[in-house]
Nanobody, 121 residues
Framework: VQLVESGGGAVQAGGSLRLSCAAS????????MGWYRQAPGKQRELVAS????????NYADSVKGRFTISRDNAKNTMYLQMNSLKPEDTAMYYC???????????????WGQGTQVTVSS
């Protein structure tokens, strides 16, 4: 299973971006998905997560009310709508997915390559 993020870029404070994470491969099922971010010199942190059903979401306090996570299971794609962006949101954003590879019957925990988000003041 491969994860590919897109949608990052450079915006001014107060602007918006929408990140996408598309999962590809064959014969897999994804359970939980999440967005993480890592700023230079800082540890990777959870931004938001979403369960398979899409009904159970979790957000970091720093993004509550500004970011919205969603997923389209038919497309194996997860999104992160980011509004009212702040300079402190600047980071590399990573997609994470956990599930089962039905070819091997093994659990997987995969990361995307990351997409850069830069917010200027």
């Amino acid at each position: 299973v491969q994860l590919v993020e897109s949608g990052g870029g450079a915006v001014q404070a107060g602007g918006s971006l929408r990140l996408s994470c598309a999962a590809s491969g064959s014969r897999f099922s994804i359970s939980d998905m999440g967005w993480y971010r890592q700023a230079p010199g800082k540890q990777r942190e959870l931004v938001a997560s979403i369960a398979n059903s899409g009904g159970n979401t979790n957000y970091a306090d720093s993004v509550k009310g500004r970011f919205t996570i969603s997923r389209d299971n038919a497309k194996n794609t997860m999104y992160l709508q980011m509004n009212s962006l702040k300079p402190e949101d600047t980071a590399m954003y990573y997609c994470n997915a956990r599930g089962v590879d039905h070819r091997t019957s093994r659990f997987f925990d995969h990361w995307g390559q990351g997409t850069q988000v830069t917010v200027s003041s």
